[in-house]
């Protein structure tokens, strides 16, 4: 039972998608709503062999709003390279290889979704035997602030939420 106390939220995301594509509050369209995004979400747990279970709600909050202000700043970071750009002077772009402790596989997906919202960066690969993320930046000036920021801004969070 407590397996589908966490597909609760996802439920009621697709009975509310349902709702409003269809744009009808009939008890028909209701209920082949909730049936149809109940079924489907019991369906789709068998496709997910390792199941998650986040920790620290605190976490996760805190989570947000850094990565909220890291996607405002980098899009400042970014238009004032684009936009003061000049030809004989182009920002420097660079890829960075990042150590990280992080092994679940929900807070890597999620740290990859972190990553490639940021504009500027993009998740390049990650190595199975050492765990190496392989990033590129638009506008690098240093790696040592790239691995400030994986390792010490998003991992021990992650880690909080997810392990």
């Known amino acids: 039972m407590r397996s589908l106390f966490f597909w609760i939220p ?28 109940f079924s489907l979400i019991l369906l789709s747990t068998r496709l997910r062999p390792d199941q998650a279970y986040p920790r620290r709600i605190g976490a996760m909050i805190k989570l947000f709003f850094i990565v909220l202000k890291d996607i405002y700043l980098s899009n400042l970071y970014v238009m004032r390279l684009t936009l003061k750009a000049r030809p004989d002077k182009q920002p420097v772009a660079g890829f960075v290889n990042i150590p990280l402790s992080l092994r679940d ?37 240093s790696e040592e602030e790239w691995h400030h920021t994986v390792q010490q801004r998003y991992e021990p969070l992650l880690m909080e939420i997810f392990e």
């Open 10 to 37: 996802m439920t009621m995301a697709l009975f509310v998608a349902w709702i409003m594509l269809t744009g009808s509050l009939s008890l028909g369209q209701l209920t082949l709503g909730f049936v149809l995004s």
């Open 105 to 141: 596989p929900h807070a890597i997906a999620l740290l990859a979704c972190i990553i490639n919202y940021v504009p500027g960066t993009v998740w390049s690969g990650l190595t199975e035997k050492g765990y190496i993320l392989r990033l590129h930046v638009f506008g690098l000036v």
